[in-house]
Structure formats: C-alpha cells, structure tokens
C-alpha cells in the first residue's frame, strides 16, 4: 500500500506533556443497588480504568502510562505514577514498570498503581475496595503470576471478586457480541509482544498460541538507532517519545516491501512521500536588524554583567583568604604560647617545615587579602562611572580557574566578542546579517524508507537480528496444527487487535499473507477492530455488565481461600484453568517403612505443606 502523497510534508513534533489526573467522585450511579464492577485494562503500555454501569460510563475515566519513577532512597509517597511525570524523557533513566515483557513481575509497584486508580477515581483503599474487579491479563499467564495478583487483591485490597480475562478476546467479544461462540484467528500485536491466539466455538485454545517478542518497545528503539546513525549532530533531541510520536503518525506498513522499495528510489516518489521532521531550535544565529544605540546598550549591560561577576569572585576569593590566614594566625599564636608539640604538629598538618616559612606565607597571603580588598572598592567606584568608553575589565585567570561555576559559565557564553574590531564595526551603518543556510532545515529529519521499514520488523524480526518467525510464519505454523476443515474454519475470522494493527496498510499486508499461503481459491475474511487500542477494556466493560448477577467467571474470596490464588474460573474471554499436579509419591515395602519411619512422616508433612493453597506455583 503506497503512502499518500503529503501536502506540506513538515511536521514539527507536538512533545504533548501529561496533565495530572484530576481526583474524582464516583457517581452515585456505582452504588446502585450494589457496588458496581470496577473495569481494569492492566497493559504494559496504558493502563485503563473505569466502571461498569448501566447505561452511564461509557469511557474509560483514567488513562495512563504504567510506569513509576522514583528517585533512589526516595519512599513511596513520593513515587511519581502515570501522568503525574509530565514528560517521560528528563526522568527515562529512573522509570520502572510492573511488566517483564507483557507479564506482571514486580507486585510492589503494581500495588502503587492499583492506589493510584483507586485514589483517583474516588475509591477508599484504606479498609478495603468492596467493589468487584475485571482485571486483565496476558494470554497462557502463568499460575505463579496469577497466584500474586490475586493475593495482592484479596489480601491487601479484600476485594469481594475479581475476574481475569485477556486483553485480545475482550476485544474479541467486544466486535463479535452477537456471535461470541464463534471461531476465530485473533492477531494481536502490543506494546511488548505480538501474540497469534486461534480461538474455537468462543473458547482459547491455548496449547497452540504462540508469542512473538516483538512490538512497538522495539519498533520504537530500532528507529531511535537509525535516525541516530543517520543525524548524529542531533542525537540528544532523537528521543524514544519523539519516536513513538513518529510511529503512530508518520510509519506505514507496505502490502509489498520489496515492492516499495523500488519505488523510494524514484526521486519524484521521494519528494512526494518523505516526512520532514522539524525538531525545535533556536534563532539566535539569525541575523538582527539592531541599531546601533541599542548595540551600544547592549555592550553597556554586558559590561556591567562583567564587572559584577568580577566583584562576586573577588568577594569569595577574599573569604576563603581570610579564613586561611586566620588558621595562620592561630598555629603561630600556638608557638607564641609556648605548645611547642601542637605547633609542630600543626605544621604538618600544613605541610610546611618551619616558622620562617609559615610567616612568608603570612606575609603573602595578607599581602594578598589587601590587594583584593582593594579591587574591590575600586570595582564599586567603577560601577558608578559611565562605562561607556571603557574598556572591559578583563576577568583574572586564576579566579576564573576550578571556582567557575556553571552559573557563571552561561553568562560569559550569551556575551558577546568584546574586541576593538567589533566597536569599530558598531559605527557603520546598519545592515541585516544573512545566514549562509537556512537554520530549520539544518535542524529537520527526513524520514523515506524508515516509514516502513520500521514496522517491518513484526514481519521480518531479522531486520534487527532477531531469530524469531514474524507475523505470517507464525501465523502459518498455527494454521498447520490443525486440519484442513478448521483451518477453512479459523481463516473466516482473522481479527485484528491491538495498538500496531492501527498502522496504515497492516490489514492490506495480512490479507496479502493470506492469499499467499491459503491454497488456491480458498477464501478467508479479515476484520479490523473497531478500535484497537480501546475495544479491550470495551469488551471488558461489556462483560462486566452482563455477569454483574452471575457467578460465571468470578472468583471469590472464598475460591481464593479454598483453592489458592491460581484459581481461575473460566468464561468466554478468559484463559483455560489447567490446575497445577503435584506428583505421586512412589509406594513403598512395609519393610523399608518400618525401618525409615521418621523419614516417611517428614516427607509426607512437606507434600502437605506443598499441595497447600498458598504454594501452587
């Protein structure tokens, strides 16, 4: 598919900052008659939260990035969540994120994000939430995963019942409502992963998912390298929010990448398609039209500037000499007093070797201390003359040495070149200073082929050396495992799901794929969701309000207590529950019972210990 041909093909970038989610009252309308189901799209990317209420709430409330910074030894209440980081990019080195991949690894800071939804959308978290939860999770999530979840939530939140499903087929549901019994072959591709789950009469068939680890994290790094290889003069300003921005507006995914390669080299196709990005700088460097009184100004407050700078410097300088010289004073009061020992260890401590030399190095440093103090009144009379026709007093060497502070190093580069040459040139005439190049087009980016090259990557994983099987191998090596008669069945319904599948051209380029691998004259469907990105805490929602009265697919807390905190009870959207088998012990001759017997009754009190609720892992 060959990307549309751009009107004015510059784009500054908007670096959109986060806005603080505000706190909110829930509405009467969660409480009636009972507290209505709290909906949770836990991603690794955006985390979604709202309620489930009949007939009100139709979007989500809260809306956020699922990461945390917080400084080293800094506690928990200053923990910055979500959009209370304005800007990702100062603090990238310090975010943390509950996930490894899409899975939820680190229980600590997912707690802080459960207080932060619960926080701002009114929830008293305190004693307990006696809301019922629809969480979700990663397709084939492991029961260790699982069992920790559900204990952060009925043991830290008590939550009356929560239920679990996958993002995927909560969209899934959300697009096919009227069919949900149907079979499909759900293509999702997130943040983290890209996952190929076939799905038969409404159910998962989770022996045959497959997973690959690659999403739009990666597509977002690999772009950052090729534009920082391509503009290394621009390497700080080429940041991993400026990528993703690129990504969602600006990259599409070519129905034949060979084929639209051929036509990037075309230099009209070029000119037509490419995207200048406008990265921002400063027009300092362009010329001015000042006159010459303002120049002169100019050269005035400068000045001025200088002279100050000077007098604060002299002022340390003089501190730090009058301290040392009262140190002096002291260790030569010592010798005067007559404690000989502690004089001479003084000295050392000095490192100098006798009294001669510690008086030379009085004389001098007072000799010193009044020079200074001299300059400086002379400065504060200066100060009070017309500056006009003289000459800039010049900074000393040694004060401006290892005491120039970073202060004091932005003020001296914003003066100008104080020269003879640049006074006489203040007399002429007034003339406009043409750059010799344009200073914007020295600071934009030209993004041709990496529009597609760039997504590509969920294709051919070997562009960034990666050894996996893109998107349509994977998808025919799931197709395999099945008969001719369901893989007719599961072609019918390719749905399409998750943040990349938004990319101009990805339904052209599956629908491409499957004609190629389908056998001839074979027919198949693909569908798009209706919004990828959202559809899956839609679907959620969906699902709440139809098992809000049901005991179909929740679990509560007296599940958890009786069965551990892998327990899943499965419904249409969720995971298949395969509980955990603990193995036999072997039996054994009554003769070595007898002889062992302690043995055995240890044995046998661990595998009761192990076949507990809390230690299904």
């Known amino acids: ?191 983290q992963c890209t996952h190929i789950l076939p799905v038969l009469k409404g159910r998962l068939e989770a022996k045959n998912c497959k997973r690959i680890n690659l999403g739009g994290s990666q597509a977002a790094v690999y772009l950052q390298r090729l534009l920082q290889l391509k503009y290394p003069g621009h390497f700080a300003a080429i940041t991993l929010s400026r990528m993703e921005e690129i990504l969602h507006e600006h990259s599409y995914v070519a129905e034949d990448y060979f084929e639209e390669l051929q036509k990037w080299r075309s230099p009209e196709y070029y000119e037509n398609n490419v995207h200048k990005m406008q990265l921002p700088f400063s027009n300092k460097l362009l010329g001015s039209s000042l006159t010459s009184e303002e120049k002169q100004e100019r050269r005035q407050q400068q000045l001025r500037r200088l002279q100050e700078l000077n007098a604060r410097r002299r002022e340390e300088k003089l501190q730090l000499d009058q301290e040392r010289l009262d140190r002096l004073l002291f260790v030569q009061e010592l010798l005067e007093d007559g404690h000989v020992d502690q004089f001479h260890k003084a000295l050392m401590e000095l490192n100098m070797d006798s009294a001669e030399e510690l008086q030379s190095y009085i004389h001098k440093l007072s000799l010193a201390i009044d020079q200074t103090k001299q300059k400086i009144l002379q400065a504060e009379v200066n100060i009070e003359v017309d500056v006009v026709d003289s000459k800039p007093e010049t900074p000393d060497l040694e004060q401006m040495g290892s005491e120039q502070s970073l202060e004091d190093m932005e003020g001296m580069t914003e003066l100008d070149p104080l020269f003879p040459e640049e006074q006489v040139e203040a007399e002429k005439p007034v003339t406009t200073v043409q750059p010799m190049f344009n200073l914007a087009e020295y600071h934009q ?50 749905f399409l799901t998750g943040g990349n599948m938004m990319f101009p051209g990805m339904k052209s380029r599956i629908q491409r794929e499957l004609l190629q691998m389908r056998p001839f004259q074979s027919t198949f469907q693909v569908n798009l969701a209706s919004n990828p990105i959202m559809d899956a805490w839609y679907g959620a929602r969906d699902w709440a309000l139809e098992h809000m009265n049901r005991e179909e697919g929740w679990v509560t807390r007296k599940d958890y207590e009786e069965k551990g905190g892998e327990y899943l009870k499965e419904h249409c959207t969720s995971n298949p529950y395969i509980p955990l088998s603990l193995p036999k012990l072997a039996p054994r001759t009554a003769a070595v019972a007898a002889t062992s017997v302690e043995p055995v009754a240890v044995n046998q009190a661990s595998m009761l210990a192990m076949s507990g609720p809390s230690e299904h892992v």
């Open 445 to 494: 980016m030209f993004l041709g082929t990496e529009r597609i090259r760039v997504p590509e990557i969920l294709f051919q994983p070997s562009l960034i050396g990666e050894e996996q099987a893109g998107i349509a191998e994977t998808m025919q090596y799931v197709l395999d495992r099945y008969p001719k008669e369901v893989q007719e069945e599961l072609v019918q319904n390719v």
């Open 1 to 191: 598919m060959a990307a549309p041909a751009a009107v004015c093909n510059v784009y500054p970038f908007r670096d959109c900052r986060a806005v603080p989610d505000p706190f909110l009252e829930p509405s009467p309308a969660v409480r009636i008659p009972n507290p209505v189901p709290l909906v949770i799209d836990n991603g690794s990317l955006q985390v979604r939260a709202g309620w489930a209420c009949p007939g009100a709430e139709p979007e989500p409330r809260l809306l956020f990035r699922s990461v945390a910074a917080r400084s080293r030894g800094a506690s928990r209440n200053l923990t910055q969540i979500g959009n209370d980081i304005p800007s990702l990019e100062p603090l990238r080195w310090l975010l943390k994120t509950p996930f490894d991949r899409n899975v939820v690894v680190n229980l600590e800071l997912q707690e802080l994000v459960f207080d932060y939804v619960f926080q701002h959308l009114g929830v008293s978290s305190q004693g307990c939430v006696d809301h019922p939860i629809v969480l979700t999770e990663a397709p084939c999530n492991s029961l260790y995963a699982r069992q920790m979840m559900s204990e952060l939530l009925f043991e830290c939140y008590e939550v009356p019942k929560v239920s679990y499903g996958v993002d995927s087929l909560y969209s899934f549901y959300h697009n096919q409502k009227r069919d949900a019994a149907c079979s499909a072959l759900i293509i999702c591709s997130g943040y």
